[in-house]
């Protein structure tokens, strides 16, 4: 499973929705947390490219495929421990060694997304994408970009091309539906989180943005009313 970036709408609706990055072991994609609902976008050095070696965040040379995702997995974990500037050499040490390598770009995309370095965060997932346009991690990586820049209708594209991958992506349902939210498109937004939680009940906050976008949906029809009303 991919994992995803939760979108945090607050009991404001007004109020903008924080992404939270984070991770996904297996794959090293985008993006669970594993801290509080409400945590916001990680700090970090500006350069996260370049770090020094630590003892107790050494990793031996690469020589096989286990030992690849080792250091993957390797660099997820500092990831989630908001060591980035390690992260980031562990991802570097393997793209060196094997190439492009789609879990590598996506956890660089994740780091730079994570400093709101936004335009080195896109161009990562758009190379994982590159790589292999059949999973949807690349696009849902673009999406949160668009997100945090308040590209809302671009964002709709990326994550609709998530669904398109996989129709039972519940958490692209609900980032989506929170876009939708932020356009004032209150119909489509309660029809994705509607789907969203027929996808997945359990998934973090759908069930407060669904009463919330059906609140507006449902103000919206009464003042509708109202106005028509001689």
């Known amino acids: 499973d991919?994992?995803?970036?939760?979108?945090?709408?607050?009991?404001?609706?007004?109020q903008e929705a924080t992404?939270?990055?984070?991770?996904?072991?297996?794959?090293?994609?985008?993006?669970?947390?594993?801290?509080?609902?409400?945590?916001?976008?990680?700090?970090?050095?500006?350069d996260v490219t370049e770090a020094?070696?630590?003892?107790?965040?050494?990793?031996?040379?690469?020589?096989s495929d286990t030992e690849i995702e080792i250091r993957l997995q390797h660099a997820a974990e500092l990831r989630s421990r908001n060591k980035l500037a390690e992260s980031m050499r562990q991802y570097d040490e393997v793209i060196?060694?094997?190439?492009?390598?789609?879990?590598?770009?996506?956890?660089?995309?994740?780091?730079?997304?994570q400093t709101r370095n936004y335009e080195r965060a896109a161009a990562e997932f758009t190379t994982a994408s590159g790589l292999d346009n059949t999973r949807p991690a690349g696009s849902l990586g673009l999406a949160e970009v668009s997100f945090h820049?308040?590209?809302?209708?671009?964002?709709?594209?990326?994550?609709?091309?998530?669904?398109?991958?996989?129709?039972?992506?519940?958490?692209?349902?609900?980032?989506?539906g929170l876009c939708h939210y932020h356009q004032a498109d209150y119909q489509q937004s309660a029809s994705d989180l509607r789907k969203a939680f027929e996808l997945d009940p359990t998934l973090p906050?759908?069930?407060?943005?669904?009463?919330?976008?059906?609140?507006?949906?449902?103000?919206?029809?009464?003042?509708?009313?109202?106005?028509?009303?001689?």
Do not use: M
């Open 52 to 63: 020094a070696p630590s003892a107790d965040d050494s990793t031996p040379p690469l020589t």
């Open 149 to 176: 820049q308040k590209h809302f209708a671009q964002a709709i594209e990326h994550y609709s091309a998530c669904i398109r991958l996989d129709p039972r992506l519940a958490q692209a349902f609900r980032n989506r």
């Open 2 to 14: 991919e994992a995803w970036v939760e979108l945090d709408l607050s009991d404001d609706p007004e």
């Open 205 to 230: 906050n759908i069930k407060k943005y669904l009463k919330i976008a059906q609140n507006k949906l449902r103000a919206a029809d009464e003042a509708a009313l109202t106005e028509a009303t001689p």
């Open 96 to 113: 060196t060694i094997t190439g492009p390598n789609y879990e590598a770009h996506i956890g660089r995309g994740v780091v730079f997304l």
């Open 19 to 46: 992404v939270v990055a984070a991770e996904d072991a297996e794959e090293a994609t985008v993006f669970q947390t594993p801290a509080a609902e409400e945590a916001t976008v990680v700090e970090a050095p500006e």
